[in-house]
Every structure is written in structure tokens, then in C-alpha cells.
């Protein structure tokens, strides 16, 4: 038995599995694809704080580099993936595939199962490794910000599957061990585990209730600050860069008045992030088995 291994597997039993059933590959895809308008909204306004206004230099060469750079960022997020698996003693393999002809995929996988935490350190590394070195190049290299948009983006909606795994593994004590298999995360555990039960419907609903909450809770707030800040005597505040579409909130005293600004399309792209994460954390939250006689 590896040393990473706290359970003897003889004596353990299979609590439950993660599966790309076709549910899921819509489920993923979905969230996916809100992931990748939200971070790309989340780049540009990073990208106007850090740099100025947000363009993008159309020269020869351009697909060529954008091309290479979406392949880049795809294989950089699986190899990370495998060298944490290596850091905790597994030997990993990777390969791609087209699940239910729907969502084109690479997978790096391992025979080494891992403990709960183990695991979920090498499922998030990617997103953080990536977004921090992205954003690390773009405040140090200016003039080749621009060309991070394609890995920031990529690599955050491609991490939507392993946020979305991570938080059903979140359910299980820290002892069990997973295997990650090619299609599916098999969870063991000891015989005193309750087996969970893992849905993944309502994706659609729930992001909708939140995004929509969301929007009018925030637009609420914004129009009710400025009088409060008007009477506590504020001279002026700005959330986000400020005289652009990425300002969130703007207000300033005039005389005896005061005037303030606030972007729906800062507003839109908020609630969708607030939206998706939440979707993430509730959409296939395990629920415990009801045994019955």
C-alpha cells in the first residue's frame, strides 16, 4: 500500500462515483460556456486596470498564435494535473476524447488512488497556476498582455469540471480515497461511511434565480448608496476603472448634490459570475441515502 493511502482497500467499500454520463456533459458544457463570457469580462476589466483600454492587435500571425496559445493552455492544464499526481506518488497517463459527440476533452488520469484532499490539490492546481502566472505577465509585460485573454479564459471555463468535482468530493470525510478513472472518479471509504447520492439537475433554474437576485440586489444597493454616502459626507467613489464600460459604481459630490454612475454591463457580467458560482456549490450537492425497510 502507498504511503499516501490511509485506508487498506481490502477493508474498504464504494461510497459513490462521479460519472460523464450525458447529464453531466450538458451540465458541464453549460457552465462552461457561462464561465467563458464571465471570465472574458473579468480579463478585459483586468486587463484596463493593469494596462489601459482593452484592444487587441489584429496583426499576421494572429490565428497562428491564437491557435497555438488555446492548444498551450489546454495540454499546460493537464500537465499540471500530472505533476501533482507524480508529487503524490502516481504515474500519470493522458489522452483526449469526445464525450457523447458534445464536449471534446483531455484527461490525464492515474491507477494511484489518492486521499480527499490530495486529490482536490491536484484538481485545482491548473486554475490557480495558470490565472496567477496570466495575470503575473500581464502587470510585468505590457505590450503582451493582450495575448493572455485565450489562456486566462480557456483555462477558467475548462476548470468549471474540476470546481464542479471538487465540491461533490467536498461531501465525503478526508480519509476516503478516489480513483480517478477516465470517465468517472470512484470514491471508496470505510463500512461505517454513509454512501451520497450526487445530482445534477437544476443547473438552468438555479443560475437563473441567483443571476436575476443578483442583478436587482446590486442595482437596488446602487442606487440607494449615493445617498448615504452623501450624507456621510463623501467626496467621491469608484469601484472598478473608472470612465469605462468595467466601472461598476461611480459617485461624486457636486455642491449641494451629488451625482453616480453605475455600468449594467458590469452589473450583468457580476451576477453571472455570483450566478455560476453559486451553481457550482448547489447543482449536484450530495444528499445523504434514506434507508428504508
Known amino acids: 500500500m502507498k504511503e499516501q493511502q490511509t485506508l487498506n482497500l481490502d477493508k474498504c467499500k464504494e461510497l ?40 487587441f492587435d489584429y496583426a499576421s500571425g494572429t490565428i497562428l498564435i491564437s491557435i497555438v496559445l488555446f492548444i498551450g493552455t489546454l495540454v499546460l492544464h493537464e500537465l499540471i494535473h500530472g505533476a501533482f499526481m507524480s508529487k503524490y506518488g502516481g504515474k500519470p497517463s493522458y489522452g483526449a476524447g469526445i464525450a457523447y459527440y458534445i464536449l471534446p476533452y483531455l484527461y490525464t488520469t492515474t491507477k494511484t488512488f489518492f486521499p480527499r484532499n490530495q486529490f482536490i490539490v491536484t484538481a485545482i492546481a491548473p486554475f490557480f497556476v495558470i490565472s496567477l502566472t496570466v495575470i503575473g505577465i500581464m502587470a510585468a509585460f505590457p505590450s503582451i498582455a493582450h495575448w493572455m485573454l485565450i489562456p486566462f479564459v480557456i483555462n477558467a471555463s475548462g476548470a468549471v469540471g474540476d470546481l ?14 478516489l480513483e480517478d478513472r477516465k470517465n468517472e472518479l470512484v470514491i471508496y471509504g470505510k463500512e461505517t461511511d454513509k454512501p451520497l447520492n450526487i445530482s445534477t439537475t437544476g443547473l438552468g433554474y438555479v443560475f437563473s434565480k441567483v443571476f436575476i437576485l443578483s442583478f436587482f440586489v446590486m442595482g437596488f444597493l446602487m442606487t440607494m448608496s449615493p445617498i ?21 459604481f461611480e459617485y461624486h459630490s457636486i455642491g449641494e448634490g451629488f451625482g453616480f454612475s453605475f455600468f449594467p454591463v458590469s452589473l450583468i457580467a457580476i451576477s453571472v459570475i455570483i450566478g455560476l458560482v453559486y451553481a457550482i ?5 450530495p444528499v445523504k441515502h434514506v434507508m428504508t425497510r
Open 228 to 248: 448615504l454616502l452623501n450624507i456621510l459626507g463623501v467626496k467621491s467613489l469608484a469601484i472598478g476603472p473608472t470612465n469605462s464600460i468595467f466601472t461598476i
Open 281 to 285: 456549490i448547489n447543482v449536484g450537492k
Open 164 to 177: 464542479w468535482m471538487i465540491r461533490n468530493v467536498l461531501g465525503y470525510p478526508k480519509h476516503v480515497l
Open 16 to 55: 459513490g462515483k462521479l460519472e460523464m454520463s450525458k447529464e453531466v456533459v450538458l451540465t458541464l458544457n453549460g457552465m462552461g460556456t457561462l464561465a467563458f463570457f464571465a471570465f472574458g469580462f473579468l480579463f478585459a476589466a483586468l486587463y484596463t486596470q493593469f494596462v489601459g483600454e482593452f484592444s
